[in-house]
């Protein structure tokens, strides 16, 4: 949100992110969005450190954004902004509390880097535990479940059933919500079936994990990816779910709701379960050899080459860069990772895009025997610390702070009662 209307600048020198997102009233992150959507073009600053903008571009769009929310700080329409301090991300690069994610990811666990997420301190060693009680309820309700439900279906049902077995859930506190968080992640993983029956729940998180999504044996190198993966995903700001789990937080729902919130929006196609379409994307590619008939197929049919391209980086997605140089370690995923290589190239000569994280989620699941789904599986257990981290941020603001104003589009009333339906067709004139 606007603190004050941006000021006037020298329009003749360029400003850096920070400046553009000041005078913008915006986030950096903003700023990259708005370079993607075209309102705005930006140049590499010397030294290729950071993008620099021009002052009376930034200017006019600062005066079109003032003029659709009503013209000051008071209206109600521009970008949404909440202040935060989990996540930043800016020119190709994303920060978990000032520190780089992707160096976070790759030298500690997923537990470690949640809870670097949730307080500011690393616990060496950190690991979640589930109490007996809340697996037990959260299992007999997921079983419940028909054969087709989805992942999410599985994970919503888990967060909701594990939330009646837990008397102090209403309890918002720190430590309390700390204490739900490091519970009920290992929970919800829990409550999902084992392939293979003969799995025992020991060991880190990914570990457990693994015997949900695969039924292959899992090596270090295998369980090192996965767990990199679930700690690249413990945030990425303010996506779709994780501003649904802010309402939640905002209105004092406990924390199982508010996760049990952001699992509802995950669910779209847009957000967690694109992984999936990726994954299906990359078999078929697998299938026939080569990317370019797959892709033309995408195209003709106008769709959306899944995997590729994400609105908040100009470049590569870091997350993928990360997992890709991993995967490369794994001598099996050599072919997929060729595939997902093949579809960036052959979709570049369209347009220019990079490969996201669906895409190298897609390389993993592809080349570990898993299903489509467990992409999504991976994003939604993953976002779950950061759902918690963001629900913690919430609970120490002005309760339903969450709450903009609409902008009405209807009949200018008064208007007369409608008259009765009597012929049964709706009409009422």
Same mark, same amino acid.
């Not at 360029?14 to 915006?26: M, N, P, Q």
């Not at 994303?94 to 992707?102: I, T």
């Given at each position: 949100m606007r603190d004050q209307d941006p000021s006037p600048v020298d329009a003749d020198r360029?400003?850096?992110?920070?400046?553009?997102?000041?005078?913008?009233?915006?986030k950096p992150e903003t700023v990259y969005a708005y370079v993607s959507r075209g309102q705005l073009s930006s140049r590499r600053a010397a030294g290729g450190r950071g993008s620099t903008f021009d002052a009376k571009e930034v200017e006019a769009l600062a005066r079109r954004n003032r003029q659709k929310s009503g013209g000051g700080p008071g209206g109600s329409g521009g970008e949404l902004s909440v202040r935060t301090r989990l996540t930043l991300?800016?020119?190709?690069?994303?920060?978990?509390?000032?520190?780089?994610?992707?160096?976070?990811a790759t030298r500690h666990t997923y537990e470690e880097v949640a809870e670097w997420l949730w307080t500011g301190r690393l616990r060496p060693g950190a690991s979640f535990t589930a109490p007996e009680a809340p697996v037990t309820v959260a299992r007999r309700a997921v079983q419940a479940l028909p054969g087709h439900a989805t992942p999410t279906d599985r994970l919503r049902v888990a967060a909701i059933a594990a939330a009646t077995a837990d008397p102090l859930r209403f309890d918002l506190s720190e430590d309390a919500v700390l204490g739900t968080a490091r519970t009920l992640i290992p929970t919800l993983v829990a409550a999902l079936p084992p392939?293979?029956?003969?799995?025992?729940?020991?060991?880190?998180?990914?570990?457990?994990?693994?015997?949900?999504?695969?039924?292959?044996?899992?090596?270090?190198?295998?369980?090192?990816?996965?767990?990199?993966?679930?700690?690249?995903?413990?945030d990425h700001d303010l996506a779709a779910s994780t501003l649904a789990v802010r309402v939640a937080a905002s209105a004092r729902a406990h924390a199982y709701a508010a996760v049990s &919130?952001?699992? !509802?929006?995950?669910?779209?196609?847009?957000?967690?379960? @694109?992984s999936?379409? /990726? $994954?299906? +994307?990359?078999?078929?590619?697998?299938?026939?050899?080569?990317?370019?008939?797959?892709?033309?197929?995408e195209l003709r049919s106008g769709r959306h080459v899944p995997g590729l391209g994400h609105r908040l980086y100009p470049g590569e997605d870091p997350r993928a860069r990360a997992l890709f140089s991993l995967l490369e370690e794994i001598p099996h995923a050599?072919?997929?990772?060729?595939?997902?290589?093949?579809?960036?190239?052959?979709?570049?000569?369209?347009?220019?895009?990079?490969?996201?994280?669906?895409?190298?989620?897609?390389?993993?699941?592809?080349?570990?025997?898993?299903? &489509?789904?467990? !992409?999504?599986?991976?994003?939604?257990?993953?976002?779950? @610390?950061?759902?918690? /981290? $963001?629900? +913690?941020?919430?609970?120490?603001?002005?309760?339903?702070?969450?709450?903009?104003?609409?902008?009405?589009?209807?009949?200018?009333?008064?208007?007369?009662?409608?008259?009765?339906?009597?012929?049964?067709?709706?009409?009422?004139?």
């Open positions: 360029r400003l850096s992110t920070k400046e553009a997102a000041e005078l913008l009233g915006v991300i800016d020119a190709d690069r994303y920060y978990f509390r000032g520190v780089d994610a992707v160096e976070l392939v293979r029956p003969d799995h025992r729940d020991t060991g880190p998180l990914a570990h457990r994990l693994w015997a949900r999504l695969s039924g292959r044996q899992a090596d270090e190198a295998h369980l090192r990816v996965l767990d990199t993966a679930l700690a690249l995903l413990v &919130a952001g699992l !509802g929006v995950l669910e779209g196609p847009l957000h967690g379960a @694109a999936a379409l /990726a $994954h299906k +994307l990359l078999l078929e590619v697998l299938d026939r050899g080569h990317a370019a008939p797959v892709i033309a197929d050599a072919p997929a990772l060729a595939a997902a290589r093949d579809i960036v190239a052959t979709t570049a000569r369209h347009t220019p895009l990079h490969a996201n994280v669906d895409l190298a989620l897609a390389v993993l699941t592809a080349s570990c025997g898993m299903p &489509a789904t467990a !992409g999504e599986t991976i994003f939604a257990v993953a976002r779950t @610390a950061g759902w918690i /981290a $963001h629900a +913690l941020e919430e609970y120490g603001e002005r309760p339903l702070r969450m709450r903009p104003n609409g902008l009405y589009a209807g009949p200018k009333p008064p208007r007369p009662l409608p008259e009765q339906d009597t012929d049964g067709t709706g009409s009422h004139l």
